[in-house]
């Protein structure tokens, strides 16, 4: 069955309405509105946080080095290895700790039996000068040969004495000795990871010149993150204040933790440190950094030493709070701003509205939106309602 062909009056009227449909659409709709960009008003959990970067560092650690000289005859850890308080860690070569103790044994016992010849000689002094004594009683000696005794009696007691001292000396000396060979096996001084080795079996080491390196023992929970806060934001960071961290390694994951301490002091340059009046910056390209410390449980190893973390110190925070995109936002009167809504007839109303906490992208409305209103992205200048 065919349709009928649409008369000549049917076109005329219908094209006769269309400009009356298009100046009703553009009533409604005004130039261009379609096309504005609008974002609703949402619940969301918002914060104001200074940002920071830093470097995750074990909270506790100690560099063991070696007090003796002398060549690396065994090295019993590597790097990773879990190690106990008092455990065996590095042999030293002690031949020559035992030929220097041994030498200061043999003075000592050398010492001693000049003693005893010295006690023996002292011994026949005094005999002399008794003698001496008795004979002046009788009127058979002179006097000269009684003062001569009695120098001889003193004279040998002074020889006792110093060989006495000679010989304490010597003791301290040969226990330096011991202790000394005793360094030649180096014990762990508290439990925790081998972070670092830095000496090889079959080196030498001089402990007289500089105390060499041999590792490094670290408690890897908890860790520090050392951040770095500018001299602008650094007056927001108070100790005890919440903090969160990522880590380029833990996806989405986070870590909690607060503020342990400021460091009032910021990281000298080099070439400040050596002396040099500037630093070859001008004054407008220096950036000060103030090192800001916290601590973070680290009992599963997720974190390892030198890590870069992604640092939130949290000024303010706020939760379920209604919340628009900063951008859609203008300065008003006093403390408020402004927000162009667009109603359901797709006009475009200023209003006025009270805000709260702004994470620089949403800011929280505390007054004058709704749940679900709609509001230009970009505010149009010279709008109203």
């Known amino acids: 069955m065919k349709r009928p062909r649409p008369t000549r009056r049917a076109l005329f009227v219908a094209l006769c309405l269309i400009p009356a449909v298009a100046l009703a659409a553009w009533q409604v709709i005004p130039p261009g509105r379609e096309k504005l960009a609008t974002a609703a008003v949402t619940r969301a959990d918002i914060e104001n946080s ?108 002074a020889r006792i004495d110093m060989f006495q001292a000679q010989i304490r000396q010597a003791q301290a000396s040969l226990r ?81 933790s607060t503020v342990r301490q400021i460091l009032p002091v910021p990281p000298r340059p080099l070439e400040q440190m050596q002396g040099s009046p500037t630093s070859g910056r001008s004054g407008s390209e220096r950036v000060v950094l103030y090192t800001v410390l916290l601590d973070v449980d680290n009992a599963d190893n997720a974190l390892m030493t030198d890590m870069t973390a992604q640092v939130f110190f949290v000024a303010q925070q706020a939760q379920n709070v209604l919340t628009v995109p900063t951008a859609a936002l203008q300065n008003g009167s006093a403390d408020r701003q402004v927000a162009q809504v667009v109603a359901a007839n797709g006009e475009v109303q200023r209003r006025e509205v009270r805000t709260g906490i702004s994470d620089r992208l949403r800011t929280q409305i505390l007054d004058g939106l709704a749940e679900g209103d709609h509001v230009l992205s970009t505010p149009l200048t010279g709008s109203g309602g």
């Open 176 to 256: 330096s000795d011991e202790a000394e060979l005793g360094y030649t096996r180096i014990y762990a001084p508290m439990s925790g990871t081998v972070v670092a080795v830095g000496a090889r079996e079959g080196q030498t080491l001089n402990a007289q010149q500089q105390t060499p390196l041999i590792l490094r023992i670290a408690r890897l929970s908890p860790m520090t993150v050392w951040a770095e806060v500018s001299e602008a934001d650094i007056g927001q960071v108070k100790p005890g204040m919440t903090a969160w961290f990522t880590t380029l390694s833990g996806g989405n994951r986070r870590w909690s």
């Open 50 to 157: 200074v940002t920071a970067l830093g470097t995750l560092q074990p909270r506790r650690y100690v560099d063991v080095g070696a007090q003796a000289s002398g060549q690396i005859q065994k090295i019993h850890v590597e790097a990773g290895d879990q190690i106990k308080e008092g455990q065996l860690l590095v042999e030293i070569d002690p031949s020559t700790q035992k030929a220097k103790l041994d030498a200061g044994r043999f003075s000592i016992d050398n010492l001693k039996a000049q003693l005893q010849e010295q006690r023996a000689q002292h011994d026949l002094a005094q005999q002399k000068y008794q003698r001496q004594q008795h004979l002046k009683a009788g009127g058979a000696t002179r006097e000269e040969d009684v003062q001569t005794a009695r120098a001889e009696v003193r004279a040998t007691q």
